[in-house]
Structure formats: C-alpha cells, structure tokens
C-alpha cells in the first residue's frame, strides 16, 4: 500500500518498503541528511500527523520522542504523513547556573546543570541561546565521565551582551539557579584543512609492506561493508575502489611517497555527519583487524596515530564546503537538468533517453527520471 508524505510545499507517494528519507530525496523535497543509516540524526523529522513506527524513534532521547520526532531513514510509513523540518526550539537544553567566575586570562567559566541529561565530549561547543545571528559560544572542559556538573568557557568579549548572571561579576548567591539554554553541543572544526602528516617510512617496513597492508586493508573493508552504521557511506563505491583508495592513502601519509590520487580527508568526508562515537567506533574496527593480523600494540599505537590525526578533519556536527583549488563546488541540493545523452536513472533503473529532463541530486550525484521524481507541489 502507498502513502502521501508531505513535506513543506511537496508531497510524494511512498513505494512499497520504501523509507521517508529515499522517498523525499527520490521527489527532490531535499531534506537534510548524512549517513542514512540512523547513527547521525542529521535527518530528524517531526510528524505532525500520521504513526510513527517505534523503531524511527528508538535511538531519540525521550524529549524529542514526545515531541514526536522521528528518523526518516529508519521509518517506512505506515500510513500518510505531514512532515515539518526540526524547531531550534525543541533542540536546546535548558540550564541552571550554579558557578561563574573570572579566569586569570580574562575568559568566563561557568558551571551548571542540565535539565536532561547530555551526551557531549570535552572539547565540543555550545551556544548560549539568545536568539541572535551570532550566538555567545561555550567550549565545555569538563569530563562526563567524571564530573557530575557540566563546565564551560566564555570569551569575555562573547558575554558582553549576556545578562549580568552570566559574566561572573556577581556573588555565588546572586547567580545560583538562574536559567538559561543551550543549543549543541558541536564539534569544533579547523578553519583551514589540515597539512600531511609527518612521514615514518620505517613504519611501512615494520607492518609487513604492501601485501601484509593490503590484507589488512580487505579485512577490514568486509567489516565496514557488513557494519549498519558504516556501510551507507558507502552507496556506490565499490569494496575494491575503497581499499585501493585507502591504501594508496595510507601509504602516502606513512612513507612520503607521491602515490594517492583523490580527495584528502576533509573534502572526501565533506557531506558527511560523522560523530566522535561513530570515528570511535571505525577505528575499534581497525584496532580488531590489526590484532588479527598479528600486530603488536606499539605498531598498532603508530598506526592509528595517523587516523587520528585527521579526527578534526572529519569528526563535524555539520556538512562542509567542498573545494576544488580554491573554488567551490555544488555538493548539495537538486536540479532539475537535461540530460546529454542516454543514462539509467539510479531509482528505478529505468532508461532515460537523452533530452529528457532528470533531477540530479548534487550530494550524492544520482539522478531521478521524471517517473521516479514526481512530486507535486
């Protein structure tokens, strides 16, 4: 059975065994997304009608569950939906102030509790909700794991416009309790991409060379192929164009040598949401593989050295710009296009003949036939 989804001013017919997020991206309704699999959450929907199944709403924390929130990527419809992008408003925290103090270098730390509980990392920023275009930013230094109040810093200069509680000018008893929101936390990317690493030919040697490297390589791609969260990064890329490009990659960063053709890290992974916990848990996977494979952990601690350096590079609450020199490119959104020659649309993998009006979808570089892309607005 087929049902309507509406989406602001579309609306399109679900196929049968279909999810939300491919039938919105099928009619070019142009949602947000990443890793189509559930681990990102960049796709979050409300429903303000229709069921949602239970396992749309799994992995949300209670709140936004209740405010009837939900992943498209991991719903198919049961019946018609009218769908509306997330409120700002529903994705904050909101906070109790129990400390604010001055630092030595002139930067406000504060110290609070959230109203539910929130899953950050040291290092990640927040936003100090005040309904500006540039909103006070906090970078949280406390630990989760150890501290049972969450800790932030402020740039003097941020907090200017902030109420008085908030600039650690006033008395503990003034400021104890005052509340305030959150928006995030988000990761904290570099301005600029980040330079090669520094080589340790040696280390290649060490591994076992080219075919001990490849064999690892393969071993660990046939994981990533089988893995729910890591296998929708890999729609239309071969297993074998991913270990050849990963090893070519690898090889470069580890001997120096000029040999890998392709994106560096930042541009590769430009599209994609990936968090601290999904870096962490790829690189359990490599940390596994490499056991098997029989290496130790000193050649292990070398190896994974040059994965983490470009954490920055990749871990990211939001796409980035794709760059080719210094131009960018169109990596997200739909046109409609006419086609130059014949093809095969990617949904239906019907024929398109050339002259025939398609919709490319520039994030993932697929097109839509007229069939497949019928929406009405």
């Given amino acids: 059975m087929s049902h309507v989804l509406s989406f602001e001013d579309g609306h399109v017919t679900a196929q049968e065994g279909e999810t939300v997020l491919n039938a919105l991206l099928r009619a070019g309704l142009d949602p947000a997304f990443s890793c189509k699999s559930g681990s990102c959450q960049t796709c979050m929907l409300q429903a303000e009608r229709g069921d949602i199944p239970e396992r749309a709403q799994r992995v949300l924390p209670m709140h936004l569950r209740r405010l009837r929130y939900f992943l498209p990527c991991r719903c ?60 006070p930013v906090l970078t949280l230094t406390s630990c989760p794991e150890r501290d049972l109040l969450v ?67 393969e071993a660990f791609y046939a994981k990533v192929y089988a893995d729910e969260r890591l296998s929708p990064f890999f729609v239309k890329v071969t297993r074998e164009r991913a270990i050849d490009k990963q090893f070519s990659f690898m090889k470069q960063c580890v001997t120096g040598e000029k040999i890998y053709m392709g994106d560096r890290p930042r541009n590769a992974h430009h599209w994609m949401i990936i968090t601290h916990e999904l870096f962490d848990h790829r690189r359990a996977l490599m940390h596994d593989t490499l056991v098997e494979h029989g290496l130790g952990d000193t050649l292990i601690g070398r190896w994974t050295a040059y994965e983490e350096y470009f954490r920055p590079d990749i871990v990211k609450s939001a796409k980035l710009p794709r760059y080719l020199g210094d131009q960018m490119v169109a990596s997200s959104g739909v046109t409609r296009e006419v086609m130059g020659e014949s093809g095969m649309c990617d949904q239906c993998q019907g024929e398109v003949a050339a002259g025939e009006t398609v919709l490319l979808h520039h994030h993932m570089g697929t097109i839509s036939c007229g069939r497949c892309s019928a929406a009405s607005a």
């Avoid at 997330?86 to 400390?99: A, F, I, K, R, T």
């Fill in 76 to 135: 198919v419809p049961t019946g018609a939906m009218q769908l509306r992008r997330p409120h700002p408003n529903d994705l904050v925290v909101g906070c109790q102030l129990c400390e604010a103090s001055l630092l030595e270098d002139g930067r406000i730390s504060l110290t609070f509790e959230t109203g539910r509980p929130l899953k950050y990392r040291s290092g990640q920023r927040m936003r100090i909700v005040t309904g500006a275009e540039d909103e």
């Fill in 151 to 217: 800790t932030g810093v402020l740039e003097a200069a941020d907090a200017l416009p902030l109420a008085p509680e908030l600039q650690g000018t006033l008395g503990d008893e003034e400021i104890f309790g005052y509340p305030f929101e959150l928006r995030g936390p988000f990761d904290d990317v570099p301005p600029r991409e980040l330079p090669a690493p520094d080589a340790d030919a040696a280390l290649w040697d060490e591994l076992g060379g080219d075919v001990k490297v490849r064999a690892v390589m």
